[in-house]
């Protein structure tokens, strides 16, 4: 099974609404990363944080960290519909390589 | 600056067929990273390079496929022979600098279709 996961696989939300996306791993960490991939795109990075952080801000994005529940979470504030794109975590396996779990689809409508 | 560039950016070969995918890294970025995304497998590392040395190839599936880095700014990754089940997205990435605490940055793909 996947060392990341992001939960729900998919969302549908209307334009101005939030979007909150989850992200639960299985070993310890060092940093968790979030990345946006539009369709037929490369993936684009959001956010770094490090294990010893519990919240970070980007714009309309917040991403918090919790290592006692082994659990991140993406929140997108007043959506648009450019969000709507997939988007993935990647944890670091005991500071190794980055594993990205299978993204949540999200969908933004006008 | 122009991004990871990778080339081709569509692929369509015949099973039995060498296939080589080509990826120049962000200049002074030293770490560069090739993936494999599939709708069934999602996004797997298939293996890593630190100043052009591999330091990570256990994503590789298998000997049809190899990956070098003759300079910092140049990667390939072949495939030989190519088969129906390597038909996927290929990504290149890179960093500043290896491990995890950098953001990697990615190319735009090269879409793979072996017949």
């Known amino acids: 099974s996947q060392q990341g996961e992001e939960d729900p696989q998919a969302l549908s939300i209307q334009e101005g609404e939030n979007a909150t996306m989850n992200c639960s791993y299985k070993?310890?960490?060092?940093?968790l990363q979030w990345y946006r991939q539009n369709s037929g795109r490369g993936l684009v990075h959001l956010i770094l944080?490090?294990?010893?952080?519990r919240e970070k801000h980007s714009g309309r994005l917040r991403v918090t960290l919790d290592t006692s529940k082994k659990s991140s979470s993406l929140l997108i504030t007043a959506s648009r519909a450019a969000d709507t794109a997939s988007y993935f975590c990647?944890?670091?396996?005991?500071?190794?390589?980055?594993?990205f779990g299978p993204g949540t689809r999200l969908s933004v409508l006008p | 600056d122009a991004g990871v560039i990778q080339s081709p950016r569509h692929e369509v070969t015949e099973m039995g067929q060498e296939v080589t995918l080509r990826c120049k890294p962000i200049?002074?970025?030293?770490?560069l990273f090739w993936y494999r995304q599939t709708m069934m497998r999602g996004l797997e590392l298939l293996i890593y390079?630190?100043?052009?040395?591999?330091?990570?190839d256990s994503g590789m599936p298998e000997d049809r496929f190899s990956a070098k880095m003759p300079n910092a700014s140049f990667s390939t990754l072949k495939i030989q022979p190519s088969e129906p089940r390597d038909s996927a997205v290929y990504f290149c990435?890179?960093?500043?600098?290896?491990?995890?605490?950098?953001?990697?940055?990615f190319g735009p793909g090269t879409r793979l279709t072996v017949t």
């Open positions: 200049s002074g970025h030293n770490s």
């Open positions: 390079f630190n100043n052009n040395v591999p330091i990570d």
């Open positions: 990435a890179s960093s500043l600098a290896g491990g995890t605490s950098y953001e990697q940055y």
């Open positions: 070993t310890s960490i060092n940093n």
């Open positions: 990647a944890t670091d396996v005991y500071g190794q390589n980055f594993v």
């Open positions: 944080i490090r294990s010893n952080e």
